[in-house]
């Protein structure tokens, strides 16, 4: 059985932020970068389904620049066999569209039994780049995966819709998969495991012809505070009695 | 601008998002049409005609059900057939299912997540968070005759009033499906009901540890408060999903709402923004939560609960 998980390296914001001149993304100095959350649940659904079969290989696959490899390593030393990283500077900052397409080339050259990929990315929120990445691929699909059972040709998943209703559906294989958070415990990787995840093979690829982008940042800004929370000072004890003071008002 | 909106429903009743579409096509001028894609869409009639739609279009197929590959063939044969300027869904897991394929597929412009949209001089602008919902950014989509966004859930208010659309059918024909629906599972309706409670004390993953909880719950106890959760609490089995406030949780309404070590993701938020008042404590003063709160405290949630402790 072949797996390939798409995975991406994200930046998180801390308290600050400025932006870069173009005021197009914000300045990569004050991000925080690791692998996307839902990336990790992705990657540990394919070891488990990899490990169940008996034998296969995880096939890592990013649309990233040489810094995206971390991510990437992190998912070779939870146990992926090994990866392909596709970039060229049209990606930077791409759209899901844009980046689903340089992905499908990637995956398509796999000819994988199974595509999973995280439900959305933190930092961009589209939700997106799976479903298209299926239809680039002629593949069947389901989105915010919870829970997975292959069998024959078929995956039997649980969508997770809005309010927990959970819709059990049958998706022929092979097929694109977005995986959401919960559906299993992301292993850690151990120290031995970090170090051997060096070693293992990750190639790199430029992409063909991208097409037209699906959309552009024309700017990103802070933005403006709405009435805002009337904030609370002092030390810890001050703001517990207001707190109860509040509570005790507005429950009355 | 012409609009095509398309309506979801789930188990033969409309979802309230597609009356917020309805809204934001309004503003943008309309014509406004309305896709009813379901196996008796008749029946879905009245609850999308309301002021403000000018055409239903009813798109009978044989599923009941939603199935990504019945309703991408149903809206890339509308949008064929009828051009509109722009293709209106809501940020939902069913439309992130097939919208991105159709976007892919016909080379369309694409957003999702967008809560405002703008006719900037003909040229369609929207915004959208990124970075965690710290920062926005406006987008626009050089080159595109078309567009599909997927609008936020209550970033609109829902369109209201009777309205007078004229109805019309459009026959799509059968589309294969891979990716068919089987059954429903309801969450598992847990000891207690969120959504009834009048004063929540909801924890997140500012708590740390499962040995935590512990602490909260008997907070929660002594201060007459039912204790919710985030999602990340329920992911890591702690707590029942009978517990979890959000999007994928319950929609919950109390008279207060106490949040502590919550950030506010944006699907948090979409359950609780209109609680009746709020308190946030987190220790990042960006948090996203402050944004929606009408009382905050950047301190450290295990002092100030300490404090609370002693006063109850």
Known sequence: MKIVVCVKQVGALGDEVEFTDDERDVDPDYLDYAINEWDTYATEEALRLRDAAGDGEVVVITAGDEDAEDAMRRALAMGADRGVRVWSDELAGADPITVARALAEVARAESPDLVLCGVQSSDAVQAATGAALAELLDLPRAAVVTKLELSGGTATVHRELEGGLVDVAEVDTPCVLTIQTGINEPRYATLRAIKQAEEKEIEVREPGDLGAPAARVRRMFVPPKGEGAEMLDGDAGEVARRIKEIIEERTA | MSVLVVA??????????????????????????????????????????????????????????????????????????????????????????????????????????????????????????????????????????????????????????????????????????????????????????????????????????????????????????????????????????????????????????????????????AGMKTSGTIIAVNTDPEAAIFNVAHYGAVADLFEVAEELEKLY
């Not at chain 2, 409309?14 to 196996?39: F, H, N, Y």
């Not at chain 2, 439309?95 to 394929?101: D, F, L, R």
């Not at chain 2, 159709?102 to 040229?123: I, M, Q, T, W, Y």
């Not at chain 2, 409670?197 to 512990?214: P, Q, T, Y």
Request: charged content about 20%; overall charge negative; proline content about 5%.
């Open chain 2, 8 to 269: 979801e429903h789930i188990r033969g009743e409309l979802r309230p998002v597609t009356l917020e579409l309805v809204s934001a096509a309004k503003e943008l001028g309309g014509p406004v049409a309305v896709a009813v894609i379901a196996r008796d869409p008749a029946a879905l009639v009245d609850a999308v005609n309301v002021d403000g739609v000018d055409e239903i279009v009813c798109v009978p197929v044989e599923q009941e059900e939603f199935e990504n590959d019945v309703y991408q063939h149903a809206v890339e044969t509308l949008v064929a057939e009828r051009s509109p300027r722009l293709i209106l869904l809501g940020f939902t897991v069913n439309s992130m299912g097939y919208a991105p394929a159709l976007a892919a597929k016909l080379g369309l412009g694409f957003a999702s997540d967008v809560f405002a949209v703008r006719d900037d001089g003909g040229e369609l602008v929207a915004e959208r968070a990124f970075y965690g919902a710290k920062v926005n950014g406006e987008v626009d989509f050089p080159g595109h005759e078309q567009v599909l966004l997927l609008l936020r859930a209550t970033a609109w208010p829902p369109a209201e009033g009777a309205g007078s659309a004229t109805v019309s059918e459009a026959s799509v024909g059968a589309a294969a499906s891979r990716a068919r629906h089987k059954d429903w599972v309801e969450v598992v309706a847990g000891d207690v009901d969120i959504t009834s409670a009048d004063f929540l004390l909801s924890v997140g993953r500012g708590i740390g540890d499962k040995e935590n909880l512990e602490q909260f719950q008997e907070l929660a106890e002594a201060m007459g408060a039912t204790l919710s959760v985030s999602r990340p609490l329920v992911d890591a089995g702690w707590m029942p999903g009978a517990r979890q406030v959000g999007q994928s949780g319950k929609t919950v309404k109390p008279k207060v709402y106490l949040a502590l070590g919550i950030s506010g993701a944006v699907q948090h938020l």
